[in-house]
């Protein structure tokens, strides 16, 4: 055979290869991942055997996944202890987690995304990460004077050289899975301590309550926009606080699979567009979070560019271990989604008041909802609990549909109701309004089974 019949052969073979393996799918997490945000994407999060969702004991490892390495997950620390809330650094080259407090004297720990350069910074526990805009340099927001999840004093300390700090509020108690500053570094959004929650103005030590929740988050997208993560764990309650505190709500429990499952762990990301939470959680019993199990996994959403629902979603993590604390880190410079809003922010019509719509009804319990202990809900001290009823008659107002779905106050401080455990096939009379027309139950514990119908929520009044 000629060496130009040779070289052919082989130019043509190699082409053969390019056109198969440019035909074959792309797939798995991090093409996933990479095709959601646009860009090179780090992730970081915490890693149990599926009981201990809050990250509060000794048994967890530190896990990692870079969507152009090829690696998939990966173990970043793989000797057990307490990791508790990591942060990607600015340029997602470091992560700055921290030891629980609850487990004795907290502390604040640095180390390479490659697993190299351990090192304890200080004591303390890492808040926040956040980013110099006028040097690019990279300030840990680190909380004292802990008491269980509460810190009472904030410092920032320069990542490269700790000697730069800079105290940073003394105000109030701030619960230390919540504090997210504002790209400028002049606010940040937080709960003061739970359930209140709100923003602060860093510089004149104040802050202004916005409602109650958990898992707070705040950014600026072109306006500030602050979120709440509601008592059911499956929403989030975003408020405009530039424009009159206006708020909308956006599911989170919406990622390809689930079915109406309780989720948690949301965290903003340093890209607006983006956040991650971990989920789902549906194994049963009365609080379902705590019911942990290895199927919650790390997921990313895109938030829609009016920031009114989650557009799209990539599942991280794919293991037989459970997952808490997920941190993302996002090459912003070559994400094409951009950063700050160049149209509307919010419903278009704006969000109206809700009208309550009363309604009476005689109704028949057909599917009754778990009642949690009152440990099981702590810290929170009062629980609705979700019931299905089947209408038998309507004597006030007006409703389609013979199905209606109830939340009834089951829990009140810290004590079960008598009135709570409630039984199928019983008839009662109930007096009703819808429940988004109650501002004062937005932070409230409300237990949902994942099988509930998808129906408007109702609550009993004076229950």
Not at 78 to 91: A, D, I, M
Not at 183 to 211: H, I, Y
Not at 340 to 355: F, T, Y
Not at 397 to 414: F, K, L, P, T
Request: charged content about 20%; aromatic content about 8%; glycine content about 10%.
């Amino acid at each position: 055979m000629s060496t130009l019949i040779r070289a052919f052969l082989v130019v043509a073979l190699l082409g053969a290869a390019a056109c198969v393996a440019a035909q074959e799918p792309r797939t798995g997490p991090a093409v996933a991942i990479h095709d959601l945000t646009g860009a090179h994407t780090r992730v970081v999060w915490v890693q149990h055997d599926g009981t201990d969702v809050f990250a509060a004991g000794r048994q967890l490892v530190l896990m990692g996944l870079d969507t152009d390495d090829g690696r998939g997950e990966r173990v970043i620390l793989g000797e057990r202890g307490s990791y508790v809330k990591p942060h990607l650094t600015p340029r997602g080259d470091r992560i700055v987690f921290s030891t629980h407090p609850e487990l004795g004297d907290p502390a604040v720990h640095v180390i390479n995304f490659d697993g190299t350069g351990l090192r304890q910074l200080e004591p303390g526990f890492a808040l926040d990460v956040w980013e110099d805009p006028a040097d690019g340099g990279a300030w840990v927001y680190i909380g004292t004077g802990h008491d269980g999840y509460t810190v009472r004093t904030i410092t920032r300390v320069r990542l490269d050289d700790p000697s730069r700090r800079e105290a940073v509020w003394t105000a109030a108690p701030v619960t230390i899975d919540t504090f997210q500053v504002s790209p400028d570094g002049r606010a940040a959004g937080a709960n003061f301590p739970w359930p209140r929650a709100g923003v602060a103005d860093l510089a004149a030590g104040t802050w202004r309550e916005l409602g109650d929740g958990c898992w707070t988050g705040f950014h600026d997208v072109g306006t500030p926009l602050f979120w709440i993560f509601d008592g059911a764990h499956r929403n989030l309650l975003l408020i405009d606080t530039a424009r009159d505190d206006r708020r909308w709500t956006v599911p989170i429990n919406t990622a390809p699979g689930f079915t109406n499952p309780e989720v948690y762990h949301p965290r903003w990301t340093a890209h607006p567009r983006f956040m991650t939470m971990t989920g789902p959680y549906d194994q049963g019993g009365a609080n379902q979070v705590r019911s942990g199990g290895a199927q919650s996994e790390v997921w990313i959403g895109r938030f829609s560019a009016d920031y009114t629902a989650i557009e799209a979603w990539a599942r991280v993590t794919a293991n037989a271990a459970g997952d808490s604390y997920p941190d993302v880190w996002i090459d912003r410079s070559a994400s094409p989604h951009l950063q700050r809003a160049s149209g509307r922010v919010g419903p278009a019509a704006g969000v109206a008041a809700i009208d309550a719509d009363r309604l009476v009804v005689e109704a028949r319990l057909v599917t009754a909802g778990d009642v949690p202990t009152p440990e099981s809900i702590a810290p929170y001290r009062n629980a609705l609990v979700v019931h299905v009823y089947e209408i038998l008659n309507v004597v006030e107002g007006a409703h389609e549909g013979r199905q209606i779905i109830v939340a009834q106050w089951a829990i009140r401080d810290a004590q079960v109701l008598p009135t709570a455990v409630k039984r199928p096939g019983e008839t009662v009379r109930l007096t009703l309004e819808r429940y988004a027309a109650h501002p004062e139950l937005e932070g409230e514990r409300v237990i949902q089974a994942p099988d509930v119908p998808d129906l408007p929520l109702y609550y009993e009044v004076g229950s």
